[in-house]
């Protein structure tokens, strides 16, 4: 278990654009699982590989639902339904959270750890940390598209 420190708002490698994954070997599977239990030490939902300093397209998910682990090389979005809105929080900013509006269903194309591409639809949660995540691959942040900063009040 090696459990890698996760990159604060404000640090620059966060607004970089990562490079496609051209190797799919041990690396990789290393950086797959110290992503996930980083991600599990933290308590998120989802790990972008720049939050730990990566600049590559890797992203892993877990909304605790029936899907499991989910492990996203060189992940896109290839089709976005509806609309949410909600609040959205991100390990690289802890205790803050922002009112985002993101799609309600996703459709990615990404490759597992072997290289195979598939694809996953997600809707709701999952739809959103789809977004989440693969938006910290092109440099972005929830905080640009934000509507507002959610107070306690909103919480509750």
Avoid: W
Avoid at 16 to 26: C, Q
Wanted: proline letters at 4%.
């Amino acid at each position: 278990m090696a459990v890698k420190k996760i990159l604060e708002f404000g640090d620059e490698t966060l607004r970089k654009v990562s490079h496609p994954v051209e190797k799919f070997n041990l690396r990789l599977n290393l950086l797959l699982r110290d992503m996930a239990d980083t991600m599990y030490k933290a308590e998120g939902v989802g790990l972008a590989a720049p939050q730990v300093g990566i600049l590559r397209r890797v992203v892993v998910i877990d909304i605790q639902d029936d899907h499991g682990l989910i492990e996203l090389i060189n992940p896109e979005i290839i089709s976005a339904e509806g609309e949410q809105a909600g609040p959205e929080g991100c390990l690289s900013k802890p205790g803050r959270r922002g009112y985002v509006v993101r799609p309600q269903r996703v459709t990615v194309r990404a490759q597992d750890r072997h290289g195979k591409y598939f694809e996953l639809t997600g809707e709701d949660l999952l739809a959103r940390a789809l977004c989440h995540e693969i938006d910290h691959l092109d440099g972005h942040l929830y905080i640009d598209i934000e509507d507002h900063e959610v107070t306690e009040e909103e919480e509750e």
